[in-house]
Antibody, heavy 119, light 110 residues
Framework: EVQLLESGGGLVQPGGSLRLSCAAS????????MSWVRQAPGKGLEWVSG????????YYADSVKGRFTISRDSSKNTLYLQMHSLRAEDMAVYYC????????????WGQGTMVTVSS | QSALTQPASVSGSPGQSITISCTGT?????????VSWYQQHPGKAPKLMIY???NRPSGVSNRFSGSKSGNTASLTISGLQAEDEGEYSC??????????FGGGTKLTVL
């Protein structure tokens, strides 16, 4: 069964850092690009970042560029999102998602992990 | 990277058809045939319903269909069922090699 399982969310103070992980199973991890998508409470979906299957190409939304870093470890079938300088507006459920073939469609989603930014 | 524009809510009775619009620009919706639609129920992860404007993933009912004209994409659900109630979001690939979502549309089945 194809599955994504996020972890690493929690409470962090403004200006703090957090690293999210996403464990993948049931497919050839290195063959697919991956994305992080977030959803603030009561709000719509927001694409945050994407990475190619090889890890050689990374992409970011303007709202997180320079503060967040996406990476992957194919030996562990795991996707990461390192978040620095967190702000109140970064508070959201963070989902990892698998590209269907390209970044244009995300066909498998994890259950999400909540990031709360508050003092 | 402005969000795509969707109506906040739509509603319909069982058996009816509804259409949700998704308006962008020539740098996203209008420039590529890479529009997707997602269904989301409260507290759950999104589910891919349509990709590449009009294609359905395996397992998605043929009551769901997608189309595009210019900078506006549309999702049509025919033969509305109670289980279709939820939030629907569109997304598009952009000229900046990013993905942009719409604000989401809440579908109510009356």
């Amino acid at each position: 069964e194809v599955q994504l399982l996020e972890s690493g969310g929690g409470l962090v103070q403004p200006g703090g850092s957090l690293r999210l992980s996403c464990a993948a199973s049931g497919f050839t991890f290195s063959s697919y690009g991956m994305s992080w998508v977030r959803q603030a409470p009561g709000k719509g979906l927001e694409w945050v970042s994407g990475i190619s299957g090889s890890g050689g190409s990374t992409y970011y939304a303007d709202s997180v560029k320079g503060r967040f870093t996406i990476s992957r470890d194919s030996s562990k079938n795991t996707l990461y999102l390192q978040m620095h300088s967190l702000r109140a507006e970064d508070m959201a459920v963070y989902y990892c998602a698998k590209d269907r073939l390209t970044i244009s469609a995300l066909d498998i989603w994890g259950q999400g992990t909540m990031v709360t930014v508050s003092s | 990277q402005s969000a795509l524009t969707q109506p906040a809510s739509v509603s319909g009775s069982p058996g009816q058809s509804i259409t949700i619009s998704c308006t962008g620009t020539s740098s996203d919706v209008g420039g590529y045939n890479y529009v997707s639609w997602y269904q989301q129920h409260p507290g759950k992860a999104p589910k891919l319903m349509i990709y590449d404007v009009s294609n359905r993933p395996s397992g998605v009912s043929n009551r769901f269909s997608g189309s595009k004209s210019g900078n506006t994409a549309s999702l049509t659900i025919s033969g509305l069922q109670a289980e279709d109630e939820g939030e629907y979001s569109c997304s598009s690939y952009t000229s900046s090699d990013t993905l942009v979502f719409g604000g989401g549309t809440k579908l109510t089945v009356l």
